[in-house]
């Protein structure tokens, strides 16, 4: 594609993606009502709350950093909706491509994480700075269990002969990790999948906001638009990491289709896939994950979760070597 092209393309799934995001963080909302045997808000209630929040004044903190307090839901924002130009969709790919876009889309969704953290530091507010440690510390403990996987399935895919780079998405959707697996690398394809979905909860800010209310609280109006907008991006751009990873698939091509038919049966099942996802990992885990304290919690992902992310890396070592 031209660069013009590419622009075009650019702008229209980033706009797609965020109406997704918004529509997935509706259903979850309804989804948690009926959890708790409550009526809930209806699927169009993010809607409501983007619309109201964006009339209302953004409160300044008379010792803020000012550039810094307003621009970090800004950045985290732009940098999480910047993931889903490196992700391919169904069987479209994505519109910037690289060697390393699985690294890539994790470095943003840390810078993602780490410009709210920074945002609300910037208010000068003794509570922002407690908030600030307590994700610090839960960013921290999800690195290292988050860094097993990514070189565990790079690896995997280095050692079985994948066509791509290693760290490339791509690489995963052309031909499943799994199928060239076997009993004892499926076994550890199990292990980091389930590792991978326990972190998406924690990595999205779901956890931190069950818990102790997250960078959020300190924001309000735009800059609180902003940085909830960014916490269902980044939502959003897990999961769908984690599909292009694991279970990439096309029913276009199991429905023998072609072309254009085939582009749009694939681009919907990419995002019932991700829905999925969504709801087992955010819904169901997040709300299971949230009754922890944060110093458990810690200790559960930089213990616990990299404990079960080294045992699936032993388990593609030996199918590899077998």
Not at 116 to 122: D, E, F, T
Not at 195 to 219: E, M, T
Not at 299 to 306: H, K, L, N, P, Q
Request: aromatic share 14%; proline share 5%; charged share 15%.
């Amino acid at each position: 594609m031209s660069w013009g092209t590419k622009i075009v393309a650019s702008v229209a799934l980033m706009l797609l993606a965020a109406l997704i995001a918004l529509i997935f963080e509706g259903a979850d909302r309804v989804i948690q009502a009926r959890i708790q045997r409550r009526l809930g808000p209806p699927l169009s209630q993010p809607f409501y709350d983007l619309v109201k929040l964006f009339a209302k004044e953004s409160l300044l903190p008379s010792d803020a950093l000012p550039w810094l307090f307003s621009g970090g839901p800004v950045f985290a924002a732009a940098s999480a909706l910047t993931i889903f130009l490196y992700i391919p969709i169904g069987s479209l790919p994505p519109v910037l491509a690289g060697g390393g876009d699985f690294l890539l889309a994790l470095f943003l969704m840390f810078l993602s994480s780490f410009a709210l953290i920074l945002g609300a530091l910037a208010g000068a507010s003794p509570y922002g700075e407690i908030d600030a440690k307590k994700e610090l510390d839960l960013i921290a403990s999800c690195s290292v269990p988050l860094s097993v996987i990514a070189s565990s399935l790079a690896w995997f895919a280095y050692r079985q002969g994948l066509p791509g780079a290693p760290f490339s998405l791509e690489t995963f959707v052309a031909k499943p990790v799994w199928s060239v697996a076997g009993w004892s690398g499926i076994m550890g394809l199990i292990i980091l999948a389930a590792a991978f979905l326990s972190l998406i909860p924690a990595l999205a800010d779901r956890v931190q906001r069950n818990i102790f209310g997250g960078s959020s609280r300190h924001f309000s109006g735009r800059t609180l638009l902003l940085s909830r907008l960014a916490r269902n991006f980044r939502t959003l751009a897990f999961c769908s990491v984690f599909v292009s990873l694991f279970f990439p698939g096309s029913m276009g091509r199991f429905l023998d289709l072609r072309e254009l038919a085939l582009f749009s049966v694939d681009f919907l099942f990419f995002w019932v896939k991700v829905f999925l996802v969504q709801t087992v990992a955010v819904t169901w885990g997040g709300a299971f994950l949230g009754r922890f304290k944060n110093s458990r919690l810690s200790s559960f992902y930089g213990v616990a979760v990299t404990g079960v992310a080294l045992a699936g890396l032993l388990l593609l070592f030996l199918d590899a070597r077998l």
